[in-house]
Antibody, heavy 123, light 109 residues
């Protein structure tokens, strides 16, 4: 069974860059058709899609975050990463990684999620 | 900015049936939006329930079903159990990007 696990600092200072990594086990990040996603949830609020990446490096980002987001993949480590620059208190949230199978014209299937990691932006 | 709208809250009695809906600010939701549905309980990560309108994951209980209804995506729970009390989120696909709905808090009372 595929498992995803987020890791990274739980506290980031304002104006700095938030960096998180998602490690995938039980399956290859290079499997065709899968997009590897980052999603966040502000305290007490709903889910917000940040973006996703294909193993080849192709990315899609939420337009509202695009100027500050970079998602990258390391197939040798079976990991993908999130960088969010110039953070403020508004970026305090639980960050989840998830897997999605996308076949344009056919299907989109989100299935496995990580447990999530709380990142607090504070000085 | 595309907005996906869900009912903020619904209440259902145990054993009853309830339908949650998911609307797009761009117009009628069709199968090409590949609606996905998720369940989230307090303190837990979301769990996927339905993908591409009506397809269930191997772990999805039979009482959950997805459909298109009146220009919206819909999630129907039949024979609701107390453990179904949770927040439910839909997600729609917009040609590359995706957008989550605001969530529906389902109370079983």
């Amino acid at each position: 069974q595929v498992q995803l696990q987020e890791s990274g600092p739980g506290l980031v200072k304002p104006s700095q860059t938030l960096s998180l990594t998602c490690t995938v086990s039980g399956g290859s990040i290079s499997s065709g058709g899968y997009y590897w996603s980052w999603i966040r949830q502000h305290p007490g609020k709903g889910l917000e899609w940040i973006g996703y990446i294909y193993y080849s490096g192709s990315t899609y980002y939420n337009p509202s975050l695009k100027s500050r987001v970079t998602i990258s993949v390391d197939t040798s480590k079976n990991q993908f990463s999130l960088k969010l620059s110039s953070v403020t208190a508004a970026d305090t949230a639980v960050y989840y990684c998830a897997r999605a199978w996308l076949h344009p014209g056919l299907s989109l299937k989100f299935d496995y999620w990580g447990q999530g990691t709380l990142v607090t932006v504070s000085s | 900015q595309t907005v996906v709208t869900q009912e903020p809250s619904l209440t259902v009695s145990p054993g009853g049936t309830v339908t949650l809906t998911c609307a797009s600010s761009t117009g009628a939701v069709t199968s090409g939006y590949y609606p996905n549905w998720f369940q989230q309980k307090p303190g837990q990560a979301p769990r996927a329930l339905i993908y591409s309108t009506s397809n269930k994951h191997s772990w999805t209980p039979a009482r959950f079903s997805g459909s298109l209804l009146g220009g919206k995506a819909a999630l129907t729970l039949s024979g609701v159990q107390p453990e179904d009390e949770a927040e439910y989120y839909c997600l729609l696909y917009y040609g590359g990007s995706v957008v989550f709905g605001g969530g529906t808090k389902l109370t079983v009372l």
